[in-house]
C-alpha cells in the first residue's frame, strides 16, 4: 500500500517505527520490516525512489481522442501559470530577479493570496536552498515589509537540498517533514545545478535521474516541485 503511493524506505520505517512484532526487539523487527519492503519492490510494486519505473504496466492504456477531450482539465495551484502537481523549471541568467519571484509565488501560495488576477490555491511551502542561504531572510523581510504582510507560518526552509543524482536522495527531507507533521503542496529547490552536484549535465541518463527523484518527490507529497536553475553562459542553448 504504501509502496505503490510512492513512499520510501525510511518513510515506511517511520511509520512502522511505533509497532514492535511480537517476540522481536526494535531492531529485529525493522529489519523484518525492509525484508518486506524489499520483496514488494523486487515484485515490482510501486515507483522507485530515484523516479526510474514510475509507471506500471498494468496502467497501460490507449486513449481516444474523445477521451482525452472530455477529462477535467488539471487543477492549478496558479491558475494559467502552475499545476498543482508535477515538476517546473525555473531558470533566467544570474542577477535576473530569480530570488525575487521565488519568493513571491512562494508567498503568495503560502498566504492563499491572489497573484494579480490569477487565483492561487493556499497551500504550505517547502523550500530547500543550497545557495544564497546569507540573504535569504532579507530577501522575505523586504517582501513582506514592501507588501504589508506577515509572516506565514506555513513555510518552512533547509538550508540544503538533496542531491538528486543519487538514490535514495529525498529520504531524510521526507522524513523529517513527516516527524514535523508538515505537508507542502509547493516546494522548491534552489539549485538545480548544485542538487545535482557530481553528475553530468550533459549526461542524459544523470538528468532524467535527477528529474525521476523530483518526480518521486513530487508524487509523495502530490505537490508541485520547482526546480530553479541558471541559464548557461550561451542563452540560446
Not at 506500471?56 to 492504456?61: A, F, N, T
Not at 482539465?73 to 542577477?95: Q, T
Not at 535569504?136 to 518552512?156: D, H, Q, T, Y
Not at 533547509?158 to 507533521?181: G, Q, V
Request: with cysteine; glycine share 10%.
Amino acid at each position: 500500500h504504501f509502496i505503490e503511493k510512492g513512499f520510501t524506505d525510511s518513510a515506511i520505517q517511520a511509520i512502522a517505527r511505533s509497532w514492535t512484532q511480537p517476540e522481536f526487539t526494535p531492531e529485529q523487527t525493522r529489519k523484518e520490516v525492509q525484508v518486506a519492503i524489499d520483496g514488494a519492490r523486487k515484485k515490482g510494486y510501486g515507483r522507485r525512489v530515484g523516479g526510474r519505473d514510475v509507471q506500471k504496466i498494468d496502467e497501460l492504456r490507449f486513449f481516444s481522442l474523445e477521451e482525452l477531450a472530455n477529462e477535467p482539465p488539471p487543477k492549478m495551484l496558479i491558475k494559467d501559470i502552475f499545476p498543482e502537481r508535477g515538476v517546473a523549471v525555473l531558470y533566467g541568467a544570474s542577477g535576473s530577479m530569480k530570488s525575487f519571484l521565488m519568493i513571491t509565488v512562494a508567498m503568495h501560495v503560502a498566504l492563499g493570496l491572489d497573484l494579480g488576477d490569477l487565483a492561487v490555491k493556499q497551500q504550505g511551502v517547502l523550500i530547500l536552498l543550497n545557495e544564497g542561504q546569507a540573504g535569504f531572510s532579507l530577501r522575505c523581510e523586504a517582501w513582506l515589509k514592501n507588501n504589508g504582510g506577515v509572516r506565514p507560518e506555513n513555510i518552512r526552509v533547509a538550508k540544503m537540498t538533496p542531491n538528486l543524482t543519487h538514490d535514495n536522495a529525498n529520504d531524510h527531507f521526507i522524513k523529517l517533514a513527516e516527524e514535523m507533521n508538515f505537508r507542502p503542496g509547493l516546494i522548491f529547490i534552489d539549485s538545480f545545478s548544485k542538487a545535482t552536484f557530481g553528475g553530468d549535465d550533459n549526461s542524459t541518463s544523470d538528468m532524467a535521474g535527477a528529474m525521476g527523484a523530483a518526480d518521486q518527490l513530487a508524487a509523495h507529497f502530490d505537490a508541485l516541485i520547482v526546480v530553479v536553475d541558471h541559464a548557461g553562459k550561451e542563452l540560446k542553448k
